[in-house]
DNA sequence: AATAACTTGGAAGCTATCTATCAATAGTTT
DNA sequence: AAACTATTGATAGATAGCTTCCAAGTTATT
């Protein structure tokens, strides 16, 4: 077997397992370990692969929402508690459409497993609720953003024409007076049919969002049903939200009164 | 920080990261290494993570399209192989349709950072292109099969209504001399409208499809432009595609002669 | 308040893996 | 064919992580 051929062998041993210890790559190629060791090591000078002790895990072709993993973190725990509060509304049997975003995937990690309809245009909740019995997929089509994974533009709100949904969860990047934002315009165009075939329109977002614009306008505060919100919202900017006539939710550990 | 938060966050850490380190988790989470060992022995139990040699890694949720995961590794080989050989008929700023299936996964590896358009209803084939800058993406939306994870169904035709490509690659499950088959009738609905949309129907399957019918007829020979297959094929089965008049195209270490 | 049960963090000794090195082999060039 | 280079497999010492055990701290129970 040539070198190269036997690198790929083991990229791909490696990636689709997701894991790979030495001995189980040495013991398949039948080849030494310091062979695979050496053969590991490429990969991940390559970025392909990351080393652990005993073996090496797949990191994915670099791909895979690198806007979605960097954000991942900042806010996680307040993004939980507004999933965890949106989620507690929801009821089985219940069709809701979920928008792309950090904190309605924590959504989709709350209803997994659990019997409704899911729609969404959104590529990583997709791929996490895909496969589960419980849980019925509709995926809206469409152009894929490449940095979120979301689908967007004419397709996907075409798509959205004939759907009626009981919920919309809304992912939004700024909250001000005048009403909300997102920070791109072919997504706040998306988003604004999600609201059209949704009974109810229900907006998460972290308190960091509020009092900063975004570039694209996506509606007045009249068109939402219920904003869902963390805690750690600031007096000041709590009492501004208020006079905008919308409906509050403060999600923390005392959320089961805000209903 | 009670026992049960701890862990959870743990789980949390490890399932976002994908893989995580005793030492991050230790340091993360502000306890000692002994008891993040706990809490990854316990997730181990449970089936959740694997241990490795200083972290662990997520199993995922057993989701992930388990269909998949277990054909991948059947006629591996072979597959790549017919991968390979209808990729390279594909030039640079075409527009592709690639059906759901492992083989036309292989292929979609294959034009992963190619400058190229790609249309799919293949969720896994989604997750693989997302991301990357060079290749455009389009998801064609509808009912999610959950086994294999494709869309499928009457949003997934009536979304293709619009759309042409230079060409369609296809997955079949079985060929006669009747013609091409598929295991699920609304798949085959969706493949049709596939077929229709394209200037050239490319199907790729292996040599074990051919002399098995499967539930579902898809189409005559005279409908599809080329059929690429691997080298495995016997001699009879061969003698019979050539009768059916189909062109025939044979993966292999030659396969550039085949043009 | 006192006891029991459980949880946590650290240390000792052990095991597994890593790195670095070297001889043997395979492949390439002159 | 001979010399040279790259690749491979094996070995030895160094390192990092694992398991086991124990004492201190915490929580629940009586």
Chains 1, 2 share one sequence.
């Not at 490696?14 to 190629?29: C, H, Y």
């Not at 895979?64 to 806010?75: K, S, V």
Request: proline share 2%; with cysteine; aromatic share 4%.
């Amino acid at each position: 077997m040539i070198a190269e051929e036997r690198r790929q062998r083991v990229l791909d041993l490696v990636s689709t397992k997701g894991f790979a210890t030495l001995a189980d790559l040495a013991m398949e190629i039948q080849v030494s370990e310091s062979t695979v060791r050496r053969d590991l090591e490429f990969w991940h000078q390559q970025g392909n692969l990351r080393r652990t002790h005993g073996g090496a895990i797949f990191v994915g072709d670099g791909s895979n929402f690198p806007a979605l993993e960097e954000r991942i973190d900042t806010q996680l725990e307040e993004k939980k508690a507004i999933a965890r509060a949106a989620v507690a509304r929801i009821c089985d049997g219940d069709t809701v459409l979920l928008d792309g975003g950090t904190t309605t995937l924590e959504a989709a990690r709350l209803l997994l497993g659990r019997s409704i309809q899911v729609v969404t245009n959104s590529l990583p909740i997709a791929a996490l609720l895909a496969g589960s019995r419980e849980t019925d997929l509709v995926l809206l089509g469409g152009y894929i953003y490449p940095k979120t994974g979301v689908a967007l533009g004419p397709f996907t709100v075409r798509m959205m024409q004939d759907l009626h949904v009981h919920q919309t969860l809304l992912s939004v990047s700024g909250l001000t007076e005048r009403g909300l934002f997102n920070s791109n315009l072919l997504l706040v165009e998306t988003e604004r049919e999600m609201m059209r075939c949704a009974d109810e329109v229900v907006v998460l977002a972290d308190h960091t969002k509020v009092g900063r614009p975004a570039l694209a306008f996506l509606c007045e505060w009249s068109e939402i049903d219920l904003l869902v919100i963390d805690r750690k919202l600031e007096d000041r900017k709590k009492s501004m939200l208020a006079q905008t006539g919308a409906r509050l939710l403060i999600a923390g550990d005392l959320e089961e009164f805000g209903r």
